[in-house]
């Protein structure tokens, strides 16, 4: 049985992008396989998108685990909310229209499960040793001079 003939994109995306580029610098538009750029289009705000939501993971992981044992706050847990905060706050000011997506509360759930998955397993704590629903304001958590207390 004969295999389906790939295309390009299929079988080297990197090659594939730098035909794409070159034959968008020429001009030749004809040529430029319209579907797959529109998805990679797409990709590139899926991916920042992610980029917010993994780091704003460890940022409230990091939040409730300083808020739950306070007799472990070190420095190590300083600098990881300092450095996270510090990261998502570059990340809005270089792509504005991801604000949008912090007022997004299905996206802010999956966001904290996803905290709370983290800091579940990095304490050992029980899930009902933490509360449900973020406590926190966005705000609250972007804020450099913010720390929570028990």
Request: charged share 35%; proline share 3%.
């Amino acid at each position: 049985m004969k295999e389906m003939a790939r295309t390009t994109y299929e079988r080297d995306v990197v090659s594939w992008s730098q035909e794409q580029a070159r034959l968008l610098r020429r001009g030749e538009f004809s040529r430029l396989d319209i579907e797959h750029i529109a998805d990679e289009i797409e990709d590139v705000g899926k991916a920042e998108q992610r980029e917010l939501a993994n780091r704003l993971a460890v940022l409230l992981a990091h939040l409730l685990k300083w808020r739950r044992q306070s007799q472990l706050r070190g420095k190590s847990w300083r600098d990881t909310i300092a450095i996270q905060r510090k990261s998502i706050a570059r990340r809005l000011n270089k792509t504005p229209s991801l604000k949008a997506t912090l007022k997004d509360p299905a996206w802010r759930e999956e966001v904290w499960l996803d905290a709370l998955k983290d800091a579940i397993g990095e304490t050992g704590l029980d899930a009902s040793a933490f509360p449900e629903t973020c406590p926190w304001s966005m705000s609250q958590a972007l804020d450099l001079e913010f720390w929570p207390e028990d």
